[in-house]
């Protein structure tokens, strides 16, 4: 019962936090961000079970693993980017939080380039 | 996962130790000491999430392949 865990560590650093940040803002913000990684670390692991799977069945599908790990690599850049853009925009630092998700999406753009050059390619093959 | 725990009640007892002392170090007229008080609370939490930090970037970067 892994939700069990997570909710309980949602609440008891809630709580804490709400102690912590009235007096020292700044240790608030830090507790936040521990709680934070140790849930993400929690669903990580299920999260790496799910990829094989998903790898089992693009090999079998016979897609590409380029494609693929173009794929994961844009999945995880996503996951990362949001998960500081929150913790900044919870600190109140929205425009930080701004540029790291527009950082995000440039490097996902700089990802999808080669797919976006191979679709054009087959387009331009089809269309004599 | 049980260390990872503990690191939320060590964050969270630091922020409570360095409130109450720097309460105790004010009302007894050592401003500047409350001061060194909350940098070396917020430096010694630092070095823990700077790890913590690092850990979750590996463990991201082996489970989607990032470079």
């Given at each position: 019962?892994?939700?069990?865990?997570?909710?309980?560590?949602?609440?008891?650093?809630?709580?804490?936090?709400?102690?912590?940040?009235?007096?020292?803002?700044?240790?608030?913000?830090?507790?936040?961000?521990?709680?934070?990684?140790?849930?993400?670390?929690?669903?990580?692991?299920?999260?790496?079970?799910?990829?094989?799977?998903?790898?089992?069945?693009?090999?079998?599908?016979?897609?590409?693993?380029?494609?693929?790990?173009?794929?994961?690599?844009?999945?995880?850049?996503?996951?990362?980017?949001?998960?500081?853009?929150?913790?900044?925009?919870?600190?109140?630092?929205?425009?930080?939080?701004?540029?790291?998700?527009?950082?995000?999406?440039?490097?996902?753009?700089?990802?999808?380039?080669?797919?976006?050059?191979?679709?054009?390619?087959?387009?331009?093959?089809?269309?004599? | 996962?049980?260390?990872?725990?503990?690191?939320?009640?060590?964050?969270?007892?630091?922020?409570?130790?360095?409130?109450?002392?720097?309460?105790?170090?004010k009302h007894a007229g050592k401003e500047e000491q409350g001061h060194l008080v909350t940098l070396a609370g917020l430096a010694i939490v630092f070095m823990w999430v700077v790890q913590l930090l690092a850990n979750l970037f590996e463990q991201v970067?082996?489970?989607?392949?990032?470079?």
């Open positions: 019962m892994d939700i069990m865990q997570v909710v309980a560590i949602g609440l008891i650093a809630t709580v804490l936090i709400v102690v912590v940040k009235s007096q020292r803002p700044e240790l608030g913000v830090l507790l936040s961000v521990v709680a934070g990684v140790i849930l993400f670390l929690l669903v990580l692991g299920k999260i790496s079970s799910i990829m094989d799977v998903i790898k089992e069945l693009a090999a079998r599908a016979g897609i590409s693993m380029v494609y693929l790990g173009t794929i994961l690599k844009i999945v995880g850049i996503a996951y990362i980017a949001e998960f500081g853009a929150q913790i900044c925009r919870d600190a109140g630092e929205g425009a930080v939080a701004t540029k790291i998700e527009f950082a995000a999406k440039v490097l996902i753009m700089v990802l999808a380039v080669p797919i976006i050059v191979a679709v054009l390619q087959l387009l331009l093959k089809l269309v004599p | 996962m049980g260390s990872n725990i503990d690191l939320i009640f060590k964050i969270a007892g630091i922020g409570i130790l360095v409130a109450v002392l720097n309460a105790i170090l970067k082996s489970v989607f392949k990032l470079f």
